[in-house]
Structure formats: structure tokens, C-alpha cells
T-cell receptor, first 111, second 117 residues
């Protein structure tokens, strides 16, 4: 089993739709979780950290389920500019700086 | 302020040639990471520095890969005797190590796209 698994997609959704991505991780010691966004041929950029209680940033909501070892990202009212690959990122445990990236989920928002 | 910079942005090498990729992290960032990203995949960890100390090099695929950060700032990833399977984007990231038991946000450079013919 891969350390971090994501559905590669692509997810093709119309503008205004709500879309959700899940990510599962195998290391039960992992403590820090992130979603990064990567545009085509660009570098990854932090979208948001994922906190135990769940957190929201505008149209984006991230949730963590430790018992089932998955995190999710919900995007409401999709915009064309949301089209990108979304990378799930998990650390190795505790405050360890090394992280593992998932393969990414590609989102295409269609007019 | 300036972000992470990498050079060259593109490199074409003949098989067997040695290459050196440079990373300038954000000033004051203690942690520096190198990743390899193949097409359609997420970044794969290569190695990690805290200041000049290479704390983890478990992701380096072979002894042809070598990384250094001698003064705790600029880092160089060197690949000797390049092979076609080394073709990928090499990403560098840096983070400010808070030491507070958290995993800090990594800021990425634009990457170096290496093509080995």
C-alpha cells in the first residue's frame, strides 16, 4: 500500500459545482496534513493545512479523520481558476519535517 | 521578498554526462528539501538538510545522486553519469524551522526540468 493515496482523476466539473477529494494515508503516527495545489508546469503551493477539528478557508474546507486515516478537501462554487492538480501531503510523524506527497488529483472546471 | 530560486530552469544532458542543479532557498530558512517529480506523479522525496547537515538522504535513487549545502544556504544536487530514467523535474523547497514540534510549510522553487537524451 502506498503511504499516501489519492484518486488521480481527472474530475471534470461545471462551474459552480461542489467537488470533494479524498486522500488516505498509511502511517498512523502522522501528525501534520496539508493540501497543496499545483498548476500545470508550475511548482506546488500550499493551499491549506488540515487541522484535527477541520478548517475552512473561503470556498475550501478540509477535514481529517484519524480513525480511518483519511483527509478530504471540499471545494464549493468551483471557479475556472480552480483547475489544477491537488496534492495531499502527510508528514512522517510528530514534528518530523519530512513529508510524503500523494500523486495528486486533477481537477478541470468546465465553463 | 524573494522566493526559492533554482537554476538552470531547463537542462538537456547526453546520457553519461554529469549535471549540477542549484537551489537558492528563502533567506533564513533552515530546512531545505530536494524532490524529483515525474510526469503525472507527485513530488518524490530525495533528501533533506537542516542548515548544512544532511539529515535524511533515503530518497536518493542511487549513488550517482549527491547533494550538498556546505554553508547552510545554497544547495547543489549533482547527478553523475546521467541516465534516461533521470529525466524529471527536480524541485527544491525550503521552510523556516520553528522547532515547535510542527511540520512547517514548504515553499517550492520553479524546478529544473532535466531531459537526458
Amino acid at each position: 500500500r502506498k503511504e499516501v493515496e489519492q484518486d488521480p482523476g481527472p474530475f471534470n466539473v461545471p462551474e459552480g459545482a461542489t467537488v470533494a477529494f479524498n486522500c488516505t494515508y498509511s502511517n498512523s503516527a502522522s501528525q501534520s496534513f496539508f493540501w497543496y495545489r499545483q498548476d500545470c508546469r508550475k511548482e506546488p503551493k500550499l493551499l491549506m493545512s488540515v487541522y484535527s477539528s477541520g478548517n475552512e478557508d473561503g470556498r475550501f474546507t478540509a477535514q481529517l479523520n484519524r480513525a480511518s486515516q483519511y483527509i478530504s478537501l471540499l471545494i464549493r462554487d468551483s471557479k475556472l481558476s480552480d483547475s489544477a492538480t491537488y496534492l495531499c501531503v502527510v508528514n512522517q510523524g510528530g514534528g518530523y519535517q519530512k513529508v510524503t506527497f500523494g500523486t495528486g488529483t486533477k481537477l478541470q472546471v468546465i465553463p | 521578498g524573494a522566493g526559492v530560486s533554482q537554476s538552470p530552469r531547463y537542462k538537456v544532458a547526453k546520457r553519461g554526462q554529469d549535471v549540477a542543479l542549484r537551489c537558492d532557498p528563502i533567506s533564513g530558512h533552515v530546512s531545505l528539501f530536494w524532490y524529483q517529480q515525474a510526469l503525472g506523479q507527485g513530488p518524490e522525496f530525495l533528501t533533506y538538510f537542516q542548515n548544512e547537515a544532511q539529515l535524511d538522504k533515503s530518497g536518493l535513487p542511487s549513488d550517482r545522486f549527491f547533494a550538498e549545502r556546505p554553508e547552510g544556504s545554497v544547495s547543489t544536487l549533482k547527478i553523475q553519469r546521467t541516465q534516461q530514467e533521470d529525466s524529471a523535474v527536480y524541485l527544491c523547497a525550503s521552510s523556516f524551522y520553528s522547532g515547535a514540534g510542527n511540520t512547517d510549510t514548504q515553499y517550492f522553487g520553479p524546478g529544473t526540468r532535466l531531459t537526458v537524451l
